[in-house]
């Protein structure tokens, strides 16, 4: 008997079918567009002739269950709407045939949400009186409005302040919002971006700055500077008495050194390591990051040595070097290199290889690509560079 009941909608499942709709967000998204989903009509899973026969006495315990949750019974809530049948063994009856919420007040207080009703008309109100735009975007996402109740407040100020200033040049540190601070932002930076996309005029938005890591970027805010360390390999060409220092990249692109030999290394222990060298300086690369280098200009007339692993990407960082440093030349990434080390190869993450074409290799090194993409010595090779013998390393760089 429980099992078939199971299949009958009852009080609780009228309740359960209420909350998912609120919990989609359409019946807030109703409230912003004014579409009204009062009165509200449910379909009622009811027994089958055939059942109906066999468990009379079951059928009418549901019954009286959902007469018992009923706004008749409670005072509040829903209404049954009944239609007559004639069984041809009990004769006419009346069964439930449809569920019906005339006032959203009584659905609202069957879930218990009348609170978060009231409260998210407050909040849209206020919203829509500041900024009218955002109108669309509380139709489609209301639930993240009652999500962050506690803090619109300070987001509908932070919203304002970036309207007045637009592309400001400021630190977040610096912005001076009652109420908000720069961590508020830091962890909302998602919402409010889509929120500033609807209200700030297409140029005082950056479109090709996307992601949360962007946030400064795309509107105009003052973002930690990139930076960039080197080592200075020869005594003569310290800073100061420094040789290992971290500079912001436009500080970089402006420093005056006498070095004509500059080797990128994308480990740091390797480049910690690097034995002195006259008029030599190490950069420790950061992968793609390699691209912060492209302003700066004093390198276009150095001896550019890169030394990565001996992968696809470590191939394809080399390319990517050479399209702003063309006279850029490879250091132990070659063949030799790699049959001298076979006992500690490794392997790439499969989804995370380089298939793309290069076009700045030389042909040596397009070769040796070739094999680690095509997979000719061992699926997805590869050679990093911390793991080879120091010996051979020392004598690669003695020999440059």
């Known amino acids: ?39 509200l009509t449910l379909a ?28 008749n019974h409670r005072g509040y809530g829903f209404v049954i709407e009944w239609r007559e049948i004639n069984h041809r063994q009990l004769g006419r009856n009346s069964l439930p045939e449809k569920i019906v919420l005339a006032d959203e007040a009584d659905a609202l207080r069957l879930i218990g949400k009348a ?16 900024f009218p735009a955002l109108a669309g975007w509380l139709e489609h996402r209301p639930m993240t409005v009652l999500e962050q109740a506690g803090a619109w407040a300070r987001i509908l100020a932070t919203l304002q302040w970036f309207v007045v200033h637009p592309r400001p040049q400021l630190y977040l540190r610096e912005l001076d ?23 700030l005029p297409p140029d005082a938005v950056n479109v090709d700055a996307v992601g949360a890591r962007q946030f400064e970027a795309r509107y105009g805010l003052l973002a930690k500077p990139a930076l960039i360390r080197f080592r200075l390999l020869d005594v003569r060409h310290h800073i100061g008495g420094l040789s290992d220092l971290s500079v912001p990249v436009a500080q970089f692109a402006t420093l005056h050194t006498g070095v004509n030999r500059v080797f990128i290394t994308e480990n740091e222990i390797n480049g910690l390591a690097f034995p002195d060298m006259a008029d030599s300086m190490v950069i420790f ?56 080390h076979r006992l500690l190869w490794g392997s790439e ?52």
């Open 1 to 39: 008997m429980s099992e078939v009941n199971n299949k009958w909608t009852t009080p609780a499942a009228i309740q359960a079918q209420l909350l998912r709709l609120w919990d989609s967000g359409r019946w807030l998204a109703a409230h912003v567009s004014g579409t009204p989903l009062f009165p």
């Open 44 to 71: 009622v899973r009811q027994p089958g002739a055939a059942i109906l026969g066999e468990q009379f006495d079951a059928v009418r315990s549901w019954i009286r269950q959902l007469e018992e949750g009923s706004k």
């Open 115 to 130: 609170a978060d009703k009231r409260r998210f008309e407050q909040l849209a109100a206020t919203t829509l009186q500041l």
């Open 177 to 199: 919002i009652a109420g908000v601070d720069s961590k508020f932002i830091e962890t909302r930076k998602a919402l409010l971006a889509e929120l500033l996309d609807q209200l």
């Open 285 to 340: 690369g950061g992968g793609y990051g390699i691209e912060r280098l492209a302003d700066v200009r004093w390198l276009d007339d150095r001896q550019i040595i890169y030394w990565g692993d001996i992968d696809t990407h470590g191939f394809a960082i080399l390319d990517r070097l050479r399209s702003f440093l063309p006279q850029a030349r490879s250091m132990l990434m070659d063949t030799a290199t790699l049959e001298a």
């Open 349 to 400: 993450e499969a989804h995370k290889r380089y298939a793309g074409s290069l076009s700045r290799l030389t042909p040596d090194e397009h070769a040796l690509f070739q094999v680690l993409r095509d997979d000719v010595l061992g699926e997805r090779l590869r050679m990093e560079q911390e793991r080879l013998g120091f010996h051979w390393v020392s004598a690669a760089i003695q020999n440059i």
